[in-house]
């Protein structure tokens, strides 16, 4: 059962049973943005609340599986407070983890996975979706609808 | 013994032994497969049958004069009279069109049945436990005709609440329901309810996806006007499915799609729509699969659909029973809980854990179930639910299958607990 314990670690599993930062914020100031996965009926709604180019607060509700809902609520920890910046470096950092090792070892390119793990922290513990290809769109959907989100600030 | 009472030959483990499929490993353990009612599995006779068309029968039907276009001509006609035979239509084979499956036969009626016979203020009655193959295409009806859409509730009970049936039948003109619910295994009691549309001057037709690779149909006896099933849900291939429509009602219904082999002829100035079924199969038709359909519905009657219908009820019954005593409460069957107007189709709602955990975790035992909505959105909704996990039984399905289902959801719970 190696492969299943590779997707549900333990800090997934965590995250499940005690989703972090989950609730709603006032909007306005705060900024709405749905995320919906119409195969599964899966659904993310995230509060946005950005200051400048700090995201000061952010606020999820929802309802999935495991993965959709640990996804969006390390993504949350993993956001919270930091730099419009850095999000997006976030995002983009996750987003290839979830393509896969296909995708970051593009031939002319020198790529330090372990570089990449360290950067996202916890959110590494979701690499094991990207063995169950049909899970991928699970653990993307919040961070779909964040990309989203902040573009409609924009 | 009593004079004429028949001894049943039946047996599943024959079934299985038939299904290559079935021999799979997946992740260490040979599958567990209790996906009928997304899928069946195909047992050898079709597998068989489609292949030695291809290797040495293949022609296309209706066109040439040689040797092998006569074979898949009388290949591809012969299996309309076996599904008519099978469902026990009155008028044989000229009453049996092929489509690509059960969504394409419920879209043919209602785009031309539908379109030719109803307008503004004609009523449409469906359930609120219809799959979309029997919802959208009403609503896309309702769009360009104007007709009224209403859905027969669903009880508590999970079955269909007919309290005011004749209420929801004012204004009736088509009764389009399904035979069984493909998330709860209701059966619907389809000889009442034909008997009250009727009664309003209304027609019925019958989803028959769940229903007809797991019972005895009769479409005669039921007095219905409309069935529409797939092969691939009945041992057959993917890529073929059935609309019988009673022969005075086919001869009115104006053609579906136009092409080829769908005319009588064609001008600069117009066409001429053939007469008969092939008026609703334009261009070339899936040949292969109707051989593959053929070969399914003379193994399904080998088998003899009231034993299958038996065995399936009885592996339900068992299933039912042990789900609640194993679990104590904490996986709750989405459907009635006796096995009586019930067929093998079991949605699961464990505790705690969402239905693609269940199916994933399912999976590593290598168990194959099937997560989701089941295209029945309105039903999901019905109960609060956005999704179950669910085990569907076929005839090569055993006890054992049960076996291994309780004890990936027992390691499940342990898992999320």
């Known amino acids: ?154 | 013994m009593a004079t004429g009472q028949r001894v049943s030959s039946f047996s599943a483990r024959r079934v299985r032994a038939d299904v290559p499929q079935l021999t799979r490993v997946v992740n260490g353990r040979t599958i567990t497969y209790l996906d009928t009612a997304s899928s069946s599995l195909q047992p050898r006779a079709v597998i068989e049958a489609m292949s030695r068309y291809y290797e040495l029968r293949h022609a296309n039907v209706h066109r040439g004069v040689y040797q092998t276009a006569n074979e898949a001509t009388e290949a591809y006609e012969g299996t309309r009279t076996s599904v008519a035979n099978f469902i026990h239509a009155p008028g044989g084979a000229s009453e049996i069109v092929f489509t690509k499956n059960t969504t394409e036969s419920m879209n043919l009626i209602a785009k031309s049945w539908g379109a030719a016979n109803l307008g503004p203020g004609d009523v449409v009655l469906l359930s609120e436990m219809e799959h979309h193959a029997n919802i959208v295409p009403w609503f896309q009806l309702r769009e360009t005709t104007g007709i009224e859409v209403r859905f027969i509730p669903v009880s508590d009970d999970f079955r269909l609440d007919l309290t005011n049936l004749d209420e929801l039948l004012e204004g009736v003109r088509l009764l389009s329901i399904t035979g069984m619910s493909n998330v709860l295994g209701t059966k619907n009691p389809l000889r009442q309810l034909a008997s009250a549309a009727h009664q309003v001057g209304a027609l019925i037709a019958v989803d028959g996806a769940q229903s007809v690779a797991h019972d005895t149909t009769d479409v005669s006896g039921l007095d219905l006007d409309f069935l529409a099933f797939s092969a691939h849900k009945m041992l057959g291939p993917t890529g073929i499915g059935v609309l019988w429509a009673r022969e005075e009602i086919l001869d009115a219904m104006p053609p579906f799609l136009g092409g080829g082999g769908m005319i009588a002829d064609v001008r600069t100035d117009g066409y001429t729509a053939a007469r008969g079924v092939t008026r609703f199969e334009a261009g070339t038709p899936p040949i292969a699969e109707a051989v593959g359909l053929n070969a399914a519905v003379r193994y399904l009657q080998g088998l003899g659909m009231v034993d299958v219908a038996a065995h399936e009820r009885d592996l339900t019954d068992d299933a039912l029973r042990r789900l609640e005593l194993t679990f104590d409460g904490r996986v709750r069957v989405i459907g009635p809980l006796d096995a009586v107007d019930r067929g093998g189709v079991i949605s699961l709602d464990v505790e705690g854990v969402h239905p693609h955990d269940v199916a994933q975790v399912l999976d590593q035992f290598g168990v194959c179930v099937r997560p989701g909505h089941h295209c029945a959105k309105p039903l999901m909704r019905r109960f609060g639910l956005a999704a179950t996990a669910r085990a569907s039984f076929g005839p090569y399905s055993l006890k054992k299958d049960t076996d291994v289902l309780l004890e990936a959801i027992e390691h499940t719970l342990k898992m999320f607990g």
């Open chain 1, 1 to 154: 059962m190696s492969n299943l314990e590779d997707l549900y670690r333990e800090i997934i599993l965590d995250h499940y049973r005690s989703p972090r930062n989950r609730g709603e914020l006032a909007t306005p100031p705060a900024h709405r943005v749905e995320g919906f996965n119409p195969l599964c009926g899966d659904d993310v709604v995230i509060y946005l609340d950005v200051r400048g180019d700090v995201l000061e607060d952010i606020k999820l509700t929802g309802h999935g599986c495991s993965i959709s809902q640990a996804s969006s609520s390390l993504m949350s920890a993993a956001v919270k407070g930091r730099s419009l910046a850095q999000v997006q470096s976030t995002i983009d950092t996750f987003k290839e983890l979830m393509a896969g090792p296909a995708s970051s070892q593009s031939p002319g390119e020198e790529h330090d996975d372990e570089l990449d793990l360290r950067t996202l922290g916890e959110l590494a513990a979701l690499q094991g979706v990207v063995k169950f290809p049909v899970r991928i769109k699970c653990a993307t959907l919040a961070w779909n609808a964040l990309r989203q989100g902040l573009e409609e600030l924009a």
